[in-house]
């Protein structure tokens, strides 16, 4: 059984800086499509950053430049470090796992809440 835990989350003025963790268990992070995704009260899920299998970091737009992807896969941990956090970063943010490692939908974890205030 596949799981992902996010933690790291919380509340933060705006200029601050946060970074979230993804530990996963019966999933194996290493060379697979990994990512984040955030979903503000009445917006759709969206991509923040991902990591293709080949290793290769995406970012939205909105966040380029400010947010960093990493991973450890000696812990198995996913991570995002986010500097100069706007209010418009307010979101539940949710790391994602390809199903088939390179393809296919998601597991998703629990999620956890990003606040920024101004």
């Known amino acids: 059984q596949v799981q992902l835990v996010e933690s790291g989350g919380g509340s933060v003025q705006a200029g601050g800086s946060l970074k979230l963790s993804c530990a996963a268990s019966?999933?194996?992070?290493?060379?697979?499509?990994i990512g984040w995704y955030r979903q503000a009260p009445g917006q759709e899920r969206e991509l923040v950053s991902i990591?293709?299998?080949?290793?290769?970091?995406r970012y939205a737009d909105s966040v380029q430049g400010r947010f960093t992807i990493s991973q450890d896969n000696a812990k198995n941990t996913l991570y995002l470090q986010m500097n100069t956090l706007k209010t418009e970063d307010t979101a539940v943010y949710y790391c994602?796992?390809?199903?088939?490692?390179?393809?296919?939908?998601?597991?998703w974890g629990q999620g956890t809440q990003v606040s920024v205030s101004s």
């Open positions: 994602a796992a390809a199903k088939y490692c390179v393809h296919g939908d998601y597991f």
């Open positions: 990591i293709s299998s080949g290793g290769t970091a």
């Open positions: 019966g999933y194996t992070f290493s060379n697979c499509t």
